[in-house]
């Protein structure tokens, strides 16, 4: 018997956030691909925010050719009080007046670069504060046992949370980016089951600072080689509400299948739990 729809109004709000890194390398490219996506076939789904977060250097190009339904989403969200004057750096008022509604903090390749806890966790309460979503990037770096890993990531989502206040947490969401899955030097990708598991454990983390409630309504997206045919079912079994997508985000047709595989997997996950 084939399976009543699910009615918008009841699905749960998804993310899908693409993360282009250093790519492309020019201008040109730059609004070429913008362009692509632009007319490239995403689901229409209104439960489905989209975001892609370009190199700086091209964040207004592509905000002035994607259809606005696209939130802009900066890679690294700066200093957000840098104090006098300094050569190089960008601050959290410049990006949001180059319309960036979205930003990823913790990135591994910038904690990788040295970037500090404190500022992760300045960035992390300063873009709440001011009504930016975050996506906020955690992960174990080594494939290691349960207990290991748990405790590694309960303490990166304790201390970039340590400024947020209850009420700037909906804008929240945290990314489970294993390092050992991430990028063109990935090792493996996680299970599904395992993925599930590490959402549980970060709710239950930060209900340990806000509450079940605000804990349990906070999204977990997954992040690390995801591409359409892993997509569906990280979406229906991993307990999770959306992707952090690097090389994948950079092909519209791709992506635009991780959103479909995302649309779906969430849907056979509601349809199982009704
Ligand atoms: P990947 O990157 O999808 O290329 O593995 C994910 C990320 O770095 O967030």
């Avoid at 492309?24 to 925010?49: C, E, V």
């Avoid at 977990?220 to 952090?244: K, M």
Wanted: proline share 8%; charged share 25%; hydrophobic share 45%.
């Amino acid at each position: 018997m084939a399976r009543k729809p699910t009615r918008a109004r009841e699905r749960e709000r998804l993310w899908l956030v693409g993360n282009w890194k250093m790519w492309p390398d020019t201008a040109t490219r730059a609004r070429r691909a913008a362009l692509k996506f632009a007319s490239a076939a995403f689901p229409r789904a209104p439960h489905l925010s989209l975001a892609v977060a370009p190199p700086y250097p091209f964040l207004e190009l592509v905000r002035a050719v994607l259809p606005r339904r696209w939130a802009l989403a900066a890679q690294d969200p700066g200093d957000p009080a840098p104090e006098g004057e300094e050569t190089g750096r960008v601050s959290f008022a410049m990006l949001r007046s180059a319309g960036v509604r979205l930003v990823i903090a913790g990135h591994s390749e910038v904690r990788a670069r040295g970037t500090p806890d404190a500022l992760i966790a300045r960035q992390v309460a300063v873009a709440l504060g001011e009504g930016c979503e975050v996506v906020l990037c955690v992960g174990e770096t080594e494939r290691d046992g349960p207990h290991d890993r748990f405790a590694f990531v309960r303490k990166q989502v304790l201390t970039a949370v340590s400024g947020v206040r209850p009420d700037a947490l909906p804008l929240l969401r945290v990314a489970y980016e294993p390092v050992w899955a991430i990028g063109s030097r990935a090792r493996a990708t996680p299970e599904p089951s395992d993925v599930h598991e590490m959402a549980l454990w970060i709710k239950k983390v930060l209900a340990e600072r806000y509450g079940a409630r605000a804990a349990l309504a906070t999204p977990v997206l997954y992040g690390g080689s995801v591409h359409p045919e892993n997509a569906r079912a990280f979406a229906r079994d991993g307990g999770i509400h959306g992707f952090l997508v690097g090389r994948a985000s950079r092909d519209p047709k791709e992506f635009a299948a991780i959103a479909e595989a995302l649309v779906s997997g969430a849907d056979d996950r509601a349809a199982l739990t009704r």
